[in-house]
């Protein structure tokens, strides 16, 4: 249970930061075109990923030695710190969104939503990378744990946003709230940092 949640609020530290997806994601709900499959896309997508670095880093795990874990922790800790770094630039910046309505076609808002998944590093970064990267030492059910809880946070959060946006749009589209949900994620990736820095350490 604990990896379930672990899974679930490292994933949702992750998700909650906002970029192109999850604008794209969040103007489609204030649009009300297409919300169901650009949800589903984007979640089913991330499901994928993340059990793909999970899967990646339990293969590739044999072959690991003490000298490649401690680069891939370190490379795990520089990734968090250029994460929180972000987020900590975010801060000083207003988020926009476009909440102009043109005709589009399912197949445009399909390939345009796959661009915005699978064209973006930072997804592959976030789940292949640092979710694979983080469970490598996990016992093999707690990694399918921790991977139901990731994804399970990734279907919560696209649903969510692209369903209630127009209710919650004065949430949403409120830079003092994404400065605070901001705040939370420094603070629970600074948590995973000190974690990671003490494996090093050790």
């Not at 997806?21 to 979640?43: A, H, M, P, R, W």
């Not at 987020?87 to 915005?116: E, G, W």
Request: aromatic share 20%; hydrophobic share 55%.
């Amino acid at each position: 249970m604990e990896y379930l949640l672990l899974g679930f609020f490292t994933s949702l530290s992750l998700i909650l930061a906002i970029g192109a997806q999850n604008i794209f994601v969040i103007e489609q709900g204030l649009k009300k075109q297409y919300v169901f499959i650009v949800c589903l896309i984007c979640s089913i997508s991330d499901l994928i990923l993340i059990f793909l670095g999970i899967f990646l880093f339990q293969y590739f795990g044999n072959f690991f030695n003490p000298t490649i874990e401690l680069i891939l922790n370190i490379l795990l800790l520089l990734f968090l710190l250029h994460f929180i770094y972000g987020k900590i630039s975010i801060q000083k910046n207003k988020i926009s969104f476009s909440k102009k309505k043109y005709k589009v076609s399912l197949q445009n808002i399909v390939l345009k939503t796959l661009a915005f998944t699978y064209l973006n590093p930072h997804v592959y970064s976030d789940t292949v990378f640092f979710l694979g990267n983080f469970s490598k030492n996990f016992l093999i059910i707690d990694k399918y744990y921790f991977g139901i809880g990731a994804s399970t946070a990734s279907f919560l959060f696209f649903f969510i946003i692209g369903y209630l946006s127009k209710f919650l749009s004065r949430y949403l589209l409120s830079d003092k709230i994404w400065k605070k949900i901001n705040l939370f994620i420094i603070s629970f990736m600074s948590l995973l940092s000190f974690y990671i820095l003490m494996e090093i350490l050790n």
